[in-house]
């Protein structure tokens, strides 16, 4: 019996006890659970947050890749552009020879191969009965030279003939004069 009185005053203990501090008890659940429900709603807000970085560092790191993307597009577009400019330089300097090229076959196409083998021919020809025609001529000249030399030849005789005959004809005159 005697645990069971004791039970009873400690049932009473806890009765007087639990009046004197249920107010505080009371106060201090409710303020566990709001500290719990603060707790759940910062939980859900720092979730939400959390979500949102990974999206923000997905997009971040989206954004990186285009920034990279860019600078590789802008690399290449200036290789391009110079190598455009070398491009322009070198089709320049083709049409220039393409010119050079069109002139030459130009001056070329004004020679016809038909007509100069023609021609050729013609001045072949022409150099042919000219060379046979100055063979004849040489012939000519060797004739006449040999008659010449031959004419030249009965000059001589003849002057030589008419000096011998001369101081006779001068003495005869003289005679005669005289007589």
Do not use: F, G
């Not at 203990?13 to 009371?26: I, K, M």
């Not at 759940?40 to 720092?46: D, G, L, M, P, T």
């Not at 009965?154 to 008419?162: F, G, I, Q």
């Not at 004809?169 to 005679?175: G, L």
Request: hydrophobic content about 40%; glycine content about 0%; charged content about 35%.
């Amino acid at each position: 019996m005697l645990t069971a009185q004791k039970l009873e005053k400690i049932i009473e203990l806890e009765e007087n006890l639990r009046a004197q501090y249920q107010t505080q008890l009371d106060e201090k659940s409710a303020e566990i659970e709001e500290l719990l429900k603060k707790h759940e709603e910062q939980q859900a807000i720092i979730e939400k947050q959390l979500a949102q970085l990974t999206t923000q560092s997905a997009d971040a790191s989206a954004s990186k890749r285009v920034e990279q993307l860019n600078r590789e597009l802008h690399n290449r577009c200036d290789n391009m552009a110079a190598e455009v400019d070398a491009q322009k330089k070198r089709i320049k300097e083709l049409q220039k020879n393409l010119a050079d090229a069109r002139a030459e076959v130009k001056a070329l196409k004004q020679y016809d191969a038909a007509a100069l083998k023609k021609n050729l021919d013609a001045n072949k020809k022409k150099l042919a009965e000219k060379t046979s025609a100055n063979a004849l001529m040489q012939k000519t000249l060797n004739k006449s030279k040999a008659e010449n030399a031959e004419l030249q030849a009965k000059v001589k005789e003849l002057e030589a003939k008419l000096a011998e005959l001369e101081p006779e004809e001068v003495e005869e005159e003289a005679e005669a004069a005289a007589a």
